[in-house]
C-alpha cells in the first residue's frame, strides 16, 4: 500500500531533492507496542502504564516524502543511507564514521549446490567495523545519544556488542562503560578495552549486572544502547532488510533465514520489508521468514514445535553465545512473524553448528562465528526438511566474523597430516592421486 | 611522463569504452630486476640466468590505452577495478568474488590531534576478506594461476597469508595447500582449516618448509603463491597506491607510512605511484615513503639508521608476528625507494607496539593486528622526530585485524575496576565527578 508522494509546488518529487535543508526529524515520539500509550521521545524503553516495551513512531508523512530510491542511491556507503527510514532524530547529515553496514549480498552458488537449493544469497556482515551486526544498532543508538544530549554510552554485553560500542564510542570521542561478569575470559576482555572503554567488571549473575546497569542508566543519566536507548537501537535491524531489498535491485526475496537470540533482529527485518512496500520502495511480495537458534538455547524453535505461543525460557547451554539469551524479550513477536509468514524456527545442536562454519567457508570463502554456524545448519536443516525450497530466492544471514569464536573450533579442525621435511614424506603422505595435481 | 593514449579512428578515447572485447592481455612476459634478462610467462620466479627475482613486464601502450580514471571508476568495488595496471592475464571480467580490496581511506583527526599531525588518512585494511592485506595478493596470484592452468593454490606461511590462500581457494573452488611447522598454536589452525585447506605440518625450520615447498611446486606444478607465482602475487601491493590516489581524490599524498617485513609491499606502493605519475591518472607529485618495523626484526630500519645498503639478516623475536622476516628478500629495494623518496625507516619496541594498538583503537575506533601498531607507533615516533610534518598530507598503512593477535594484549589492556553488583558499590569506584556523567 504505497503511500502517495507529497509533491512540490513545480510538481517535482520532493524526495529527489537530496541537498534541500531537511528541518523537521522523521520521529515524533515512543508507543507501547502492547497497550499504545504514547510517551515523549527519550531516554526511556518501558510503558509507564503497562510496562510493555516502547518503539518509534515515525511521522510516515515524512518518511513518505523523504525515502526513495533515489535519494538512498545519492547516500553514503553505509546504513545512514536509510536515514529517512530511521530514527535520525537530527536533521542533517548523519555520518557513520565507522562505516557500518551496506555490507556485501554475496551469491552463493557452491552452497545452494550442497544444499539442494536454487538461488541463495548471504547477507555478510562479518566485516563490520567491529565484526558484527551490533555494529548497526549500535550506530543508530549512538546518534539517538547525540541527540538526546547523552554523553556517555554503555551496555551490559559479554561479546559482540560490548565490541561494537567501544569501537563506535571511541571514533566518536565519548567515553564508554561496558559491564561485564568478573569471570570473563581475558580474550574477551581485551576485544573492549582496547578502545579505551571503562571496563567494570561485575561479581555476580547476569540478571545482577542486567539490574545494575537499569540503576546506573537512572543515576547518571548514560545510554545503555539496549536498555533506554533500546527503541533506537532496535531499530538498527531494519537496515538488514533494506540493503537485502536494495541489492537485489529493489525486490524482495522469498525467504529469509535470520537467527534468533532476543528475537528483534528478525521482528524488524520482517518489519523492514513491510516499511519498503508501504513507501512504495519495492513491490509487494509475499516473504516467508524463517529462524534459526542453538539447540542448547532454543525457547522460540521449541515453541514454534510445540505449536504454542508462550515462548518458555532455557537456560543456555550452547558454543553460539551470541545467540544464548534464555528468555528473549522478543521471542513472542519473532515467533508471530515466522508464523504469518508460513516460515519455520528449528534449532541446530552444537556438532551442527560446527558443521555450518565449515560448510559456509568451504563452499564460499566466509568465516562466521557460531551464529553464524547456526543460521547455515538451520538453513541445511530446513532445506533438507523442504520448508526452504529450491524455487525460492533465499537469503541468509550471517551476522558475525568468525575470528570471534575460534576456540569453538580447537580441536575440531587440524592439519591433514604431519610428516618430515622430505619430498618423499610428502609424497607418501598425499599422493598425487589423492592431491589434485595442476 | 604521461603517455600519449591511442584513439581509435573516430577520436574516441578507447579507455572509455569499457565494454568493448578486449582480445590481448597486458602482460607480455618477465623480467630479471637484476641482469634484464626476460623469460616467458609462467609460473616461475627466480632469473634463469642470475637467480635474481623476475618481474611482471607489461605491454605499456595497451596498458596506456586501458587505464583512464573513466574506467577505473566504472570497475567493480574491489582490487580488479585497477586490472588494466595488474598482470591480468586473461582478458575479459576479472572477479573477486571474496571482495578484496577498495577498502576505506579514512580521515582520522583525532589521532592527528595526538600525533602533532595535520592531515592523517588511515588506509583500513582490517576489513579485508580474511582480515589482512594479504587478500590482495593472493587474490591476484590466484588469477594468474587460473591463467597458467594452474588447479591448486598453496603456500608456507603461519598466518595471514595461509588464512587468505585457504579462503579465496575456497571461494574459487580450488584446491589448497598450506605448508605450517608442526608446533603451530591450534587458534592459527583452525582459521585456515576451516576453509578445507589441507593442512601440511613439517616438522622442521621455517628454511626445512621452504625447500620442501620448492620441491613440491616443482614436483606437482602446484601455485606456491609467495614461490613460483611471487612475480604475479607481488603486484597485488600495488593496489593500495592506486587506492590511495583514486581516494584522495586522483591526488598523491605527501608521505605514506607503510610496514616492511620483506619489504615488497613498500616497494609495490612506490611502484604504484610512480605508474599513475606515467599513465598520466595523476599529477606528479613527491611522495615521502617511510617504513616501520618492530624493534624485533629490524633489519631493514638497522641498514637505515647505520646509513648502509647491506640489509644483514636478523633472527626475530616480536610480537609483530606478520612482520617478523629476518632476511627479507626486498629488504634491499624497500630502503632505496625510501632514500630517494626523502622518507625515513624507524623501529619500535614491543610495549611501543601494543601502545600503537590502542591508541589507533582509542582515538579512530580500529582494531589492528601487531603490524598496525608497529605501523601508528612509527608514525608517532617520526612525527617526534620531524621526520614526518604537520604540513604534509600523510597516509599510514593499517594491514590486518586485530582479532588475528589478541594474544599480545592479554595481561596488558583489563577491566578498569572490579565491584559487587550495587550501586552504592559502582558510586564508590567511580564517582560521577570521574566518571563523565552525561
Given at each position: 500500500?504505497?503511500?502517495?508522494?507529497?509533491?512540490?509546488?513545480?510538481?517535482?518529487?520532493?524526495?529527489?531533492?537530496?541537498?534541500?535543508?531537511?528541518?523537521?526529524?522523521?520521529?515524533?515520539?515512543?508507543?507501547?507496542?502492547?497497550?499504545?500509550?504514547?510517551?515523549?521521545?527519550?531516554?526511556?524503553?518501558?510503558?509507564?502504564?503497562?510496562?510493555?516495551?516502547?518503539?518509534?513512531?515515525?511521522?510516515?508523512?515524512?518518511?513518505?516524502?523523504?525515502?526513495?530510491?533515489?535519494?538512498?542511491?545519492?547516500?553514503?556507503?553505509?546504513?545512514?543511507?536509510?536515514?529517512?527510514?530511521?530514527?535520525?532524530?537530527?536533521?542533517?547529515?548523519?555520518?557513520?564514521?565507522?562505516?557500518?553496514?551496506?555490507?556485501?549480498?554475496?551469491?552463493?552458488?557452491?552452497?545452494?549446490?550442497?544444499?539442494?537449493?536454487?538461488?541463495?544469497?548471504?547477507?555478510?556482515?562479518?566485516?563490520?567495523?567491529?565484526?558484527?551486526?551490533?555494529?548497526?544498532?549500535?550506530?543508530?543508538?549512538?546518534?539517538?545519544?547525540?541527540?538526546?544530549?547523552?554523553?556517555?554510552?554503555?551496555?551490559?554485553?559479554?561479546?559482540?556488542?560490548?565490541?561494537?560500542?567501544?569501537?563506535?564510542?571511541?571514533?566518536?570521542?565519548?567515553?564508554?562503560?561496558?559491564?561485564?561478569?568478573?569471570?570473563?575470559?581475558?580474550?574477551?576482555?581485551?576485544?573492549?578495552?582496547?578502545?579505551?572503554?571503562?571496563?567494570?567488571?561485575?561479581?555476580?549473575?547476569?540478571?545482577?549486572?542486567?539490574?545494575?546497569?537499569?540503576?546506573?542508566?537512572?543515576?547518571?543519566?548514560?545510554?545503555?544502547?539496549?536498555?533506554?536507548?533500546?527503541?533506537?537501537?532496535?531499530?538498527?535491524?531494519?537496515?538488514?532488510?533494506?540493503?537485502?531489498?536494495?541489492?537485489?535491485?529493489?525486490?524482495?526475496?522469498?525467504?529469509?533465514?535470520?537467527?534468533?537470540?532476543?528475537?528483534?533482529?528478525?521482528?524488524?527485518?520482517?518489519?523492514?520489508f513491510e516499511e519498503l512496500v508501504r513507501y512504495g520502495l519495492v513491490d509487494d511480495h509475499p516473504v516467508r521468514i524463517s529462524g534459526a537458534q542453538p539447540a542448547g538455547c532454543n525457547p522460540v524453535a521449541a515453541a514454534y514445535a510445540a505449536g504454542v505461543d508462550d515462548v518458555l525460557p532455557v537456560k543456555p547451554?550452547?558454543?553460539?553465545?551470541?545467540?544464548?539469551?534464555?528468555?528473549?524479550?522478543?521471542?513472542?513477536?519473532?515467533?508471530?512473524?515466522?508464523?504469518?509468514?508460513?516460515?519455520?524456527?528449528?534449532?541446530?545442536t552444537d556438532d551442527e553448528i560446527r558443521a555450518g562454519m565449515r560448510l559456509l567457508a568451504e563452499t564460499e570463502g566466509i568465516f562466521a562465528e557460531t551464529a553464524g554456524g547456526v543460521t547455515i545448519a538451520t538453513l541445511r536443516k530446513l532445506a533438507r526438511e523442504g520448508v526452504v525450497r529450491a524455487d525460492e530466492?533465499?537469503?541468509?544471514?550471517?551476522?558475525?566474523?568468525?575470528?570471534?569464536?575460534?576456540?569453538?573450533?580447537?580441536?575440531?579442525?587440524?592439519?591433514?597430516?604431519?610428516?618430515?621435511?622430505?619430498?618423499?614424506?610428502?609424497?607418501?603422505?598425499?599422493?598425487?592421486?589423492?592431491?589434485?595435481?595442476?
Amino acid at each position: 500500500m504505497p503511500v502517495p508522494r507529497p509533491r512540490t509546488a513545480t510538481g517535482t518529487d520532493v524526495t529527489t531533492v537530496t541537498t534541500a535543508p531537511q528541518l523537521t526529524t522523521n520521529v515524533v515520539g515512543l508507543r507501547c507496542r502492547e497497550c499504545g500509550t504514547e510517551e515523549e521521545l527519550g531516554a526511556h524503553h518501558a510503558c509507564g502504564f503497562c510496562f510493555g516495551p516502547l518503539e518509534v513512531v515515525y511521522d510516515e508523512t515524512l518518511v513518505a516524502a523523504r525515502a526513495s530510491r533515489g535519494a538512498i542511491a545519492a547516500g553514503p556507503a553505509n546504513l545512514w543511507r536509510y536515514a529517512p527510514l530511521l530514527p535520525a532524530l537530527r536533521d542533517g547529515p548523519v555520518p557513520d564514521d565507522l562505516g557500518t553496514g551496506f555490507t556485501r549480498l554475496v551469491a552463493a552458488p557452491r552452497l545452494a549446490a550442497r544444499l539442494g537449493l536454487g538461488e541463495l544469497w548471504l547477507k555478510d556482515d562479518t566485516r563490520n567495523p567491529s565484526g558484527s551486526f551490533k555494529d548497526r544498532v549500535v550506530s543508530v543508538a549512538l546518534q539517538a545519544a547525540h541527540a538526546l544530549g547523552i554523553g556517555t554510552l554503555a551496555c551490559a554485553s559479554t561479546g559482540n556488542l560490548a565490541n561494537a560500542v567501544a569501537a563506535h564510542a571511541a571514533r566518536a570521542g565519548m567515553p564508554a562503560y561496558v559491564f561485564v561478569p568478573d569471570d570473563l575470559e581475558q580474550a574477551k576482555i581485551v576485544t573492549s578495552a582496547v578502545y579505551g572503554a571503562n571496563l567494570v567488571a561485575v561479581r555476580g549473575t547476569y540478571d545482577d549486572v542486567n539490574r545494575l546497569c537499569a540503576e546506573v542508566a537512572d543515576a547518571r543519566g548514560w545510554g545503555f544502547v539496549n536498555v533506554n536507548l533500546r527503541p533506537y537501537y532496535a531499530e538498527g535491524s531494519k537496515t538488514l532488510g533494506f540493503e537485502i531489498a536494495e541489492q537485489l535491485g529493489w525486490r524482495l526475496p522469498d525467504h529469509v533465514v535470520v537467527p534468533v537470540a532476543s528475537g528483534a533482529q528478525l521482528t524488524k527485518v520482517h518489519k523492514a520489508f513491510e516499511e519498503l512496500v508501504r513507501y512504495g520502495l519495492v513491490d509487494d511480495h509475499p516473504v516467508r521468514i524463517s529462524g534459526a537458534q542453538p539447540a542448547g538455547c532454543n525457547p522460540v524453535a521449541a515453541a514454534y514445535a510445540a505449536g504454542v505461543d508462550d515462548v518458555l525460557p532455557v537456560k543456555p547451554e550452547t558454543i553460539a553465545k551470541s545467540l544464548a539469551i534464555g528468555n528473549p524479550a522478543d521471542g513472542y513477536y519473532a515467533l508471530r512473524a515466522v508464523r504469518q509468514t508460513g516460515g519455520a524456527v528449528a534449532d541446530v545442536t552444537d556438532d551442527e553448528i560446527r558443521a555450518g562454519m565449515r560448510l559456509l567457508a568451504e563452499t564460499e570463502g566466509i568465516f562466521a562465528e557460531t551464529a553464524g554456524g547456526v543460521t547455515i545448519a538451520t538453513l541445511r536443516k530446513l532445506a533438507r526438511e523442504g520448508v526452504v525450497r529450491a524455487d525460492e530466492r533465499v537469503v541468509a544471514l550471517v551476522t558475525g566474523n568468525g575470528l570471534k569464536t575460534v576456540e569453538s573450533l580447537i580441536g575440531h579442525v587440524g592439519p591433514t597430516v604431519a610428516i618430515p621435511p622430505s619430498l618423499e614424506a610428502f609424497e607418501r603422505a598425499l599422493p598425487a592421486t589423492a592431491g589434485g595435481a595442476a
